[in-house]
Structure formats: structure tokens, C-alpha cells
């Protein structure tokens, strides 16, 4: 069946970094475009990034162009996020996910929580 496991999360001061991981099992990773989306407290779901299947374009949500860059590495299955400047703003649950057949997967999410 189809997993998506995110790791990466955590506490970090504004100004700081974090890398987030996404580990997929169960499809052929490499056909499938990936997503990373948040959600902060009292809002709606947003996405943040998108990859396609063989990592040649990506899209990013106006609010972290520039700060975070989305990446992957088929070989091992892993999408990544890098997420420099980080705001008290980016503070959210971060899931990655793929449509896979039709179908909306998604991982059990990583906390970021961006506080001095």
C-alpha cells in the first residue's frame, strides 16, 4: 500500500532552517509528481510546493518563493523540502503528497514550529 512518511520537523528560532523528508513506498515513486502542503492552526490547508516526476520543474506558493526549495531524489524514494528565512508564519503541520492513480495520498505530517 502506499506510505508517505515526513520527518524533519521541529522547533527553530525566525531567520533559521529546517530540511523536511518524505520517504514513499508502495508506487513507482519516480512517476509520480509530489506535493508538500501545511496547515497552521485556524487555517485552511495550503500548498506550499510542487515537484514533478523527474524533478526538471517546480512550483511554489507566493508565500515561500524564494525561501524554500523542493527537491527529490528517486533513487531513494525521498522528496525534501529545504526551507531557509523561516517566519513565525511557516509555523504549521507539513504533510507531502501524491495522487497516485487517482488517488490523494497523504503522509502522517511534521510539525514546524518557527518561535523565539
Known amino acids: 500500500q502506499v506510505q508517505l512518511v515526513e520527518s524533519g520537523g521541529g522547533l527553530v528560532q525566525p531567520g533559521g532552517s529546517l530540511r523536511l523528508s518524505c520517504t514513499a513506498s508502495?508506487?513507482?515513486?519516480?512517476?509520480?509528481?509530489m506535493n508538500w502542503y501545511r496547515r497552521a492552526p485556524g487555517k485552511e490547508r495550503e500548498i506550499v510546493a510542487s515537484?514533478?516526476?523527474?524533478?526538471?520543474?517546480?512550483n511554489y506558493a507566493d508565500s515561500v518563493k524564494g525561501r524554500f526549495t523542493i527537491a527529490r531524489d528517486n533513487a531513494k524514494n525521498t522528496v525534501y523540502v529545504q526551507m531557509n528565512s523561516l517566519k513565525p508564519e511557516d509555523t504549521a503541520v507539513y504533510h507531502c503528497?501524491?495522487?497516485?492513480?487517482?488517488?490523494?495520498?497523504w503522509g502522517q505530517g511534521t510539525q514546524v514550529t518557527v518561535s523565539s
Open positions: 503528497n501524491a495522487v497516485v492513480k487517482g488517488r490523494s495520498y
Open positions: 515537484i514533478t516526476r523527474d524533478g526538471s520543474s517546480t
Open positions: 508502495g508506487f513507482t515513486f519516480s512517476s509520480y509528481a
